[in-house]
């Protein structure tokens, strides 16, 4: 994840909102579920549930989960008090694409988010570089229509390009849960000496199975073709000799002795 910047705060609509850039790559501006929430008037628990519920759209593309990918320190300074920071399950952050995403599955009731949109993508995102004539809503639900039945004509057709796609969020959240309840259990617990002082280490030898595998950095690059053959790997990890050695007597299972 490329480092987030944050520039100032900008009016918006009557409110102030902070500018952010980072994440999904330099100098891109991104947006806080938190400020979506504000600038569409609902609540950002609100939001936060209709993410969750709808995650398997959202790519890493489109949406970083902050609480899990970036210090406390960091979110606090983006405008989170130590209060919300401590209640929030996550702390959602969204490229434009996870934006405009995340309107399309807001209540259709609610015409009013499409003037939120267009507002929003010309006054803050802004990557046009000109303004340009906003679409009506009847306009936007057309092209999203348009643009969700092509991907499914070729997720339906095209086997290949499915397997090429990048990996769900939630199909990487599987995946790391799983390599971390694979080291937690092969370390003796998190309450272990082994855990607190080997966790790191294991982490980066698992990682680098994976890497000399798909020639990945990261879980999240894995390819949707590759998931099942990475779970496997994941699931059949084994500590080297020299770490399990390093295990044994960090738990106190057998002495240094014994190890040698």
Known sequence: MNNLVL????????????????????GQKVVLAKTVAEIHGVSTPDINKLINRNIERFTINDLIDLK???????????????????NASNVFLLSQRGYTKLVAMMDNSNDKKWDVMNKLIDDYFNLRGQAQRLLSPKELLEAQFQYTKEIDTRVSKIEDF???????????????????????????????AAYKELSKQVFSDLYKQLHREFGVTSISEIKKKDCDTAKEI???????LVLKEQVLILNNQISIGEAM
């Open 7 to 26: 520039k100032e705060k900008q009016e918006f609509m009557g409110i102030q909102i902070p500018v952010i850039e980072g994440g999904f790559g330099e």
């Open 68 to 86: 899990t990918q970036s210090s406390r320190d960091h979110v606090l300074q983006l405008g989170f008090t130590n209060a919300e920071y401590g």
């Open 162 to 192: 499915v397997e090429a796609t990048e990996l769900s969020m939630a199909d990487s959240k599987r995946l790391t849960k799983l390599a971390k309840g694979i080291v937690v259990r092969l370390l003796g617990g998190k309450a272990s």
């Open 234 to 240: 994941i699931q059949g990890y084994k500590l080297p």
